[in-house]
C-alpha cells in the first residue's frame, strides 16, 4: 500500500491542469481545512475532491471488495466513508462549498468526455451552488 499514491493521482492532475486553463486559481491539499481537500478555490469559498472509487466505496464498476481479508477492508473502506462525511459536514459548518468528482467520471466503461467533467465543474465552482458530485454515466 505505500506504493498508492494519495495525491497527485492522474485523475486529479488532469482536473488541475484542465481548471487551471480556464483561469481558475487554487490551492492544493490544504492541511488547515477538515479533510485536506485537493483543491481549494478561496475565491469561490469551493472545495473539490478527486476520490477514488475503491478507496471511498463508491457504488460503480470500478469498486469490488477484495476476496482476501474482507473484515479488513469492508472496516477500512467504511472508516473512509465516514471520515469524507465529517469533513463534509465541518466543511459545510465553516461555510465551504464541496465538490467531489469520482475516480469513474474519468476512466472505465462508463467514462465521461474530460472536456464534460471540466465544463460542469467550472461551472458548479463559478456559479456558487451549494454541492457538486460528479460520477460516471
Same mark, same amino acid.
Given at each position: 500500500m505505500a506504493a498508492v499514491r494519495g495525491k497527485d493521482t492522474k485523475p486529479e492532475l488532469l482536473i488541475r491542469k484542465g481548471l487551471h486553463s480556464r483561469g481558475l486559481r487554487f490551492r492544493l491539499h490544504v492541511r488547515d481545512l477538515p479533510g485536506k481537500p485537493d483543491l481549494v478555490f478561496p475565491k469561490h469559498k469551493a +472545495?473539490?475532491? +478527486? &476520490? $477514488? !472509487? *475503491?478507496? &471511498?466505496?463508491?457504488? !460503480?464498476? #470500478? *469498486? /469490488? #471488495?477484495?476476496?482476501?481479508?474482507?473484515? *479488513?477492508? =469492508?472496516? =477500512?473502506?467504511? $472508516?473512509?466513508?465516514?471520515?469524507?462525511? /465529517?469533513? @463534509?459536514?465541518? @466543511? /459545510? /459548518?465553516?461555510?465551504?462549498?464541496?465538490?467531489?468528482?469520482?475516480? !469513474?467520471?474519468l476512466r472505465g466503461k462508463g467514462r465521461r468526455d474530460p472536456y464534460e467533467v471540466l465544463s460542469l465543474t467550472e461551472a458548479w465552482i463559478r456559479q456558487g451552488k451549494k454541492s457538486f458530485s460528479l460520477a460516471c454515466r
Open positions: +472545495v473539490l475532491f +478527486v &476520490h $477514488g !472509487c *475503491f478507496w &471511498h466505496g463508491h457504488n !460503480c464498476h #470500478l *469498486f /469490488k #471488495l477484495p476476496a482476501t481479508r474482507t473484515e *479488513f477492508w =469492508k472496516e =477500512k473502506i467504511e $472508516g473512509n466513508r465516514q471520515r469524507d462525511e /465529517k469533513a @463534509l459536514a465541518a @466543511l /459545510k /459548518k465553516e461555510g465551504w462549498r464541496a465538490g467531489i468528482i469520482w475516480e !469513474c467520471a
